[in-house]
T-cell receptor
């Protein structure tokens, strides 16, 4: 119930492609869904986040789509660039509990 | 910008040694966290602290303890290091409620 399942484990796309990373959860008490981006040798950094009262959020080339009934959310990267090559983690938390549950990560490689 | 600083990037210790991992944050955040990152397992919470001298166990606390004597500093202690504790350790901090996690760049610990 506390898991967040992330797929795929790895992804290779051509420059300009639209990689999509998917996450699914069971616990309906989760109310905050962030995505983190991690470059080699660095800690994860917040990329974009969404709450379940909206179905989509865009920030630049990054979009989160949220399907509350299916308990799924996904990250889309528009016009992907080689500089987007990184590991992406989805996460979920329950407000006030300080505790985040992370997905297992997706290693993205964007080919030039 | 929030800065979370971990004292060591790389650490090599012997089995049975007592190991201290130190973390300092400069944003007066209430919450601090220690995660462990392993390939295919994502980020798993070891311990977190929501106030000075307060701590709570995360998902994998066995073999670890923590100390928070000052608000800005959170230490992870491996009482008797074992080879299965070889991993990347990430410290993070956050403000109140569902505010984002800010991560340090990690300490890669090898126990031989």
């Amino acid at each position: 119930q506390q898991q967040v399942k992330q797929s795929p484990q790895s992804l290779i796309v051509q420059k300009g492609g639209i990689p999509i990373i998917n996450c699914a959860y069971e616990n309906t008490a989760f109310d905050y869904f962030p995505w983190y981006q991690q470059f080699p040798g660095k800690g994860p950094a917040l990329l974009i986040a969404i709450r379940p009262d909206v179905s989509e959020k865009k920030e630049g080339r990054f979009t989160i789509s949220f399907n509350k009934s299916a308990k799924q959310f996904s990250l889309h990267i528009m016009d992907s660039q080689p500089g987007d090559s990184a590991t992406y983690f989805c996460a979920a938390s329950i407000g006030g509990t300080y505790k985040y549950i992370f997905g297992t990560g997706t290693r993205l490689k964007v080919l030039a | 910008d929030v800065k979370v600083t971990q004292s060591s990037r790389y650490l090599v210790k012997r089995t049975g040694e007592k190991v201290f991992l130190e973390c300092v944050q400069d944003m007066d955040h209430e919450n601090m966290f220690w995660y462990r990152q392993d390939p295919g397992l994502g980020l798993r919470l070891i311990y977190f602290s929501y106030d000075v001298k307060m701590k709570e166990k995360g998902d994998i606390p066995e073999g670890y303890s923590v100390s928070r004597e000052k608000k800005e500093r959170f230490s992870l202690i491996l009482e008797s290091a074992s080879t299965n504790q070889t991993s990347m350790y990430l410290c993070a901090s956050s403000g109140r409620g569902n505010s984002p996690l800010h991560f340090g760049n990690g300490t890669r610990l090898t126990v031989t």
